[in-house]
T-cell receptor
Framework: QKEVEQNSGPLSVPEGAIASLNCTYSDRGSQSFFWYRQYSGKSPELIMFIYSNGDKEDGRFTAQLNKASQYVSLLIRDSQPSDSATYLCAVKRDNNRLAFGKGNQVVVIP | DTEVTQTPKHLVMGMTNKKSLKCEQHMGHRAMYWYKQKAKKPPELMFVYSYEKLSINESVPSRFSPECPNSSLLNLHLHALQPEDSALYLC??????????????FGEGSWLTVV
């Protein structure tokens, strides 16, 4: 089992809809969880971080964490064409190592 | 805009060249990182410096040599690279090592092509 899994293929959503991205992780002791957005040819940009169970909202983005299920998700409300990017889920391991999922490509269709 | 600055943005080097990638941050962060990212893959950790000391080397070949001259600067010295080392090299920093409250921020990256 991979340490961080993002299994969904490319996600196409109409403009204005909700994009939902999921991520599971294998290390039950993981404490910190991050979502990065990466545009093609650019570096990863932090979108959200979450440490506690439940929801965390920041503008159009909501991160959800369920440690019992070892599951973290990202919702993008009112999706815009500028949200088209690859979204990387990352989980903090010991000594500050970040384990990344392979990423999910999101395409927002105008 | 990222507060982690990397130079050069693009570098083309031959397999016998010696070159360096540079990274600078002025956020007072005490942990700095080098990651390597190939196309359509997630970033892979190479090195971690904590309080200017190398704390993690992820079994990186010796043709990559990191250096942390002070708390704001991080270099990656390159020598005798192979074409398969062509990738985006990302510098990152965080307040310190540890689990909580240490969000890692990435620079814009240096695109390296080895010919």
């Amino acid at each position: 089992q991979k340490e961080v899994e993002q299994n969904s293929g490319p996600l196409s959503v109409p403009e204005g809809a909700i994009a939902s991205l999921n991520c599971t992780y294998s290390d039950r002791g993981s404490q910190s969880f991050f979502w990065y957005r990466q545009y093609s040819g650019k570096s990863p940009e932090l979108i959200m971080f979450i440490y506690s169970n439940g929801d965390k909202e920041d503008g159009r983005f909501t991160a959800q964490l369920n440690k019992a299920s070892q599951y973290v998700s990202l919702l993008i409300r009112d999706s815009q064409p500028s949200d088209s990017a690859t979204y990387l889920c990352a989980v903090k391991r010991d000594n500050n190592r970040l384990a990344f999922g392979k990423g999910n490509q999101v395409v927002v269709i105008p | 805009d990222t507060e982690v600055t990397q130079t050069p943005k693009h570098l083309v080097m031959g397999m016998t060249n010696k070159k360096s990638l540079k990274c600078e941050q002025h956020m007072g962060h005490r942990a700095m990182y080098w990651y390597k990212q190939k196309a359509k893959k997630p970033p892979e950790l190479m090195f971690v410096y904590s309080y200017e000391k190398l704390s993690i080397n992820e079994s990186v070949p010796s043709r990559f040599s990191p250096e942390c001259p002070n708390s704001s600067l991080l270099n990656l010295h390159l020598h005798a690279l192979q074409p398969e080392d062509s990738a985006l090299y990302l510098c990152a920093s965080s307040q310190r090592e540890g689990v909580y409250g240490n969000t890692i921020y990435f620079g814009e990256g240096s695109w390296l092509t080895v010919v």
